[in-house]
């Protein structure tokens, strides 16, 4: 078989500029499928990287009809969190309210998210979120006029960086900056924190919140925490004013988002595909013809016509593979342009690696779909008369 | 030293359907060579000499008839056991050596040895002792546009001794070169049967026909 892939190689090396330009469809093809897979793998790595971040064990409550983060224009009711934290499996629940206002600092003034939370439960969810005090402390009990800064608010935002005990301005009303969180990566860093109670002053908000993360008990499984809740709540509210998230759920909701995406470079890819083939057959085709008093010089010397098919599908199968080599080449260099664009657009987390799996498998696949367009004129080569074929000119 | 049958067709007949018209090439020929022979094939163009060539080779199926070669009857047998035995008991040698263009002269005289099988290593190692026992132990490397005609019918005739057939079947080989190399090449084929080879040759030079233990005069595809 070696024999016959170097014997192909060998008279596919002597074919012109012309038949190489047949594989660009190839080229292309195997480069969408490629790139796709690999910003496919990167977003979804970078998404369970954020997820876990975010405690992949807690479950979130929404304003129903939500369909992205969180935000201040979507509320809870009040009472909906007194009778969550009196279910069986919840530890605790830690609430939030949404705002932005205007952050004043060194006479500079900013627009900034504010998430404002519960200070005697804080601590606790800060630290199960895997969130610490970079610089100072997070929040106490009783806290009051006090904040702590996103990592990226508090060193990029400002030309003077902001640190612990500085004053700022919000909305009007001095705060103390009591710390400053370390980096997460998560859109924490750009958000600030402040009590509960100074927001529902500031905002004139009594009676609901945005979101609720509810830690669940251990022992508990996510999926049995989210059907007792819910059961739970529905006695007391509408299943129009709330919707019940696991991470899971969340991840499902953004993969059919991606899904969406990828089935439109996976029609590109095809598209592509098919006139790579169509491109592969006709050179094949055209060889055929034209090494046709070849064929016949080899059957006289002894070619059984499966050693012909052999020689011409593997000519074909080479030629997509060298397609696919280009292809995984654009490819990966595309993957890795998106990924740069998406980080100078402000997004870390898309992080594009080579996988050894995929370049193999691409390269297989482009083999096989050079062999499969080589197929009807290796039959056709295979199936020539020795005699008609010497007498061709 | 003539020994047994090789080569015994028997009332072979082959028509050629052209259109409406039929072709009739071979009309009831029946013809023997014995092992060890050298039998040249003379003729006018248009006898039906190459299309006896293509019987005695296994290259294609007579109309009517039958072919012997080593005594079986080689008319009845499928496309790949036909190729069996051209790659291994028949050496072609073309009026066009039939070269192929992308190989140098030691591939070429490699591909039958590819077809059954052989060893890179071994039929690497035989093709260069065959292209120097043919004058051409230079010329390995060589592509056959950077040969002469006469070297490259040489390298034909490598490659047709490559597998070590029985017998050697040569269409017209010197019907492209000049006189004086053809004569050349007529020494290698008459050398090559004094050492054992059996050998057909079509030819319409009957002084190079000479050269032959038996000539046999081919007409409207029938002995004369
Ligand atoms: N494949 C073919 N199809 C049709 N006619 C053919 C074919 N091969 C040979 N012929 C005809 O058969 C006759 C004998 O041809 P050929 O054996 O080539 O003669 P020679 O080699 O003696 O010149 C000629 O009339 C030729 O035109
Ligand atoms: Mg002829």
Redesign the pocket.
């Known amino acids: 078989m070696k024999d016959y892939l170097l014997f192909s190689w060998n008279s596919i090396r002597h074919r012109g500029l012309r038949s190489w330009l047949t594989i660009v469809g190839i080229v292309i093809g195997v480069a969408a499928i490629v790139s796709l897979i690999t910003i496919g793998q990167g977003m979804s790595n970078a998404i369970e990287e954020q997820f876990e971040k975010l405690g992949i064990r807690n479950i979130r409550i929404v304003p129903a009809s939500l369909h992205g983060p969180p935000t201040s224009f979507f509320t809870l009711p009040n009472e909906i969190i007194g009778k969550t934290e009196a279910i069986s499996v919840v530890e605790y629940v830690d609430v939030a309210m949404i705002e932005s206002g205007t952050l004043e600092f060194n006479k500079e003034e900013k627009f900034v998210q504010v998430w404002a939370v519960d200070v005697k439960l804080a601590d606790r969810g800060f630290a199960d979120l895997d969130v610490m005090a970079a610089e100072g402390r997070l929040f106490l009990p009783g806290d009051s006029g006090v904040m702590v800064l996103g990592s990226t608010v508090a060193e990029e935002e400002f030309d003077k960086a902001i640190s612990a005990k500085n004053n700022v301005v919000f909305q009007d009303n001095k705060f103390r900056v009591v710390g400053v969180f370390a980096e997460t990566g998560t859109e924490i860093d750009s958000r600030v924190y402040i009590p509960l109670q100074d927001a529902r002053d500031i905002f004139n908000r009594h009676d609901d919140i945005n979101a609720m993360v509810v830690h669940v008990k251990d022992g508990v499984s996510v999926g049995d925490a989210q059907q007792q809740i819910e059961r739970e709540l529905l006695r007391s509210f509408d299943d129009e004013d709330f919707d019940i998230l696991t991470p899971e759920q969340i991840l499902s909701q953004i993969n059919t988002i991606l899904g969406a995406v990828q089935a439109v470079f996976a029609g590109i890819a095809a598209i592509s595909l098919l006139v790579g083939a169509v491109g592969i057959m006709n050179a094949m085709f055209t060889s055929v013809l034209e090494r046709t008093r070849e064929i016949g010089v080899m059957k006289a010397v002894g070619a059984k016509n499966s050693h012909i098919a052999i020689i011409f599908l593997s000519e074909a199968g080479i030629m997509g593979a060298a397609g696919g080599a280009i292809g995984i080449a654009v490819g990966t260099a595309l993957a890795f342009a998106v990924g740069f664009a998406a980080q100078a657009f402000g997004f870390p987390f898309l992080s594009i690696k080579v996988d050894p799996v995929i370049v193999i498998a691409a390269l297989i696949f482009s083999f096989l779909v050079g062999a499969v367009s080589g197929l009807l004129p290796a039959m056709q080569a295979a199936r020539l008369k020795p ?2 074929a010497l ?1 061709y000119e | 030293m003539p020994g047994k049958s090789v080569i015994r067709l028997e009332n072979v007949w082959k028509i ?1 359907q ?1 259109g409406e018209v039929k ?1 009739e ?1 071979l009309r009831g020929l029946s013809f023997e060579v014995s092992s060890g022979e050298f039998v040249a094939i003379e ?1 006018p ?8 060539m293509n019987m005695i080779g296994a290259l294609d199926y007579p109309t009517k008839g039958s072919v012997y070669l080593d005594d079986h009857d080689i008319s009845r047998l499928s496309e790949s056991q036909l190729a069996v035995i051209r790659g291994r008991k028949i050496g072609f040698v073309f009026q066009q050596f039939n070269l192929l263009a992308n190989l140098s002269a030691l591939e070429n005289v490699e591909l039958p040895m590819m077809f059954q099988g052989v060893a890179v290593s071994a039929r690497r190692e035989r093709a260069r002792q065959l292209l120097v026992s043919v004058g051409l132990g230079e010329r390995l490397m060589h592509k056959p546009s950077e040969l002469s005609g006469g070297q490259q019918q040489r390298v034909a005739i490598a490659r047709a001794l490559s597998n070590d057939p029985e017998v050697l079947l040569a269409d017209e080989p010197t019907g492209n070169i000049d006189s004086r190399t053809g004569r050349e090449i007529m020494k290698l084929i008459a050398g090559l049967n004094r050492q054992g080879k059996t050998v057909v040759m ?1 030819t319409h030079d009957r002084s190079l026909a000479k050269l032959a233990d038996r000539i046999e005069h ?1 007409k409207d595809g029938r002995l004369a």
């Open positions: 005699v008609d007498r | 050629y052209m072709v090439a003729g163009s248009g006898s039906g000499k190459s299309t006896a079509i081919l």
